[in-house]
Nanobody, 120 residues
Framework: VQLQASGGGLVQPGWSLGLPCAASGNIFSIGAMGWYRQAPGKQRELVAIISSVGRTNYADSVKGRFTISRDNAKNTVYLEMNSLKPEDTAVYYC???????????????WGQGTLVTVSS
């Protein structure tokens, strides 16, 4: 089972960028999915999270600018980032809580990370 994130890159302040992350492999169900980020010299922090039924929660620093969504049929989570700021520069990691069968415990899965750089 793996999570594959993509969509990172270099953008100017005020621009928008979308990050998709797809889960693949032996997956029975996926619970919460989320995006985290880690800036240089800082700890990894939660950016946004979405439950299996679409309930969302955001870090205060991104509320009103970022939107998380998911497509359960595609096992994919998306992060739409608008009005990007230099302080949004970080490696962004997707995360998923999944199980491989109805009787298995939930496991925690991380994607490989994608770099977002916001700079003029």
């Amino acid at each position: 089972v793996q999570l594959q994130a993509s969509g990172g890159g270099l953008v100017q302040p005020g621009w928008s960028l979308g990050l998709p992350c797809a889960a693949s492999g032996n997956i029975f169900s996926i619970g919460a999915m989320g995006w985290y980020r880690q800036a240089p010299g800082k700890q990894r922090e939660l950016v946004a999270i979405i439950s299996s039924v679409g309930r969302t929660n955001y870090a205060d620093s991104v509320k009103g600018r970022f939107t998380i969504s998911r497509d359960n049929a595609k096992n994919t989570v998306y992060l739409e980032m608008n009005s990007l700021k230099p302080e949004d520069t970080a490696v962004y990691y997707c995360n998923a809580q999944y199980s491989t069968s109805w009787y298995s415990s939930t496991q925690n899965l991380w994607g490989q990370g994608t770099l977002v750089t916001v700079s003029s």
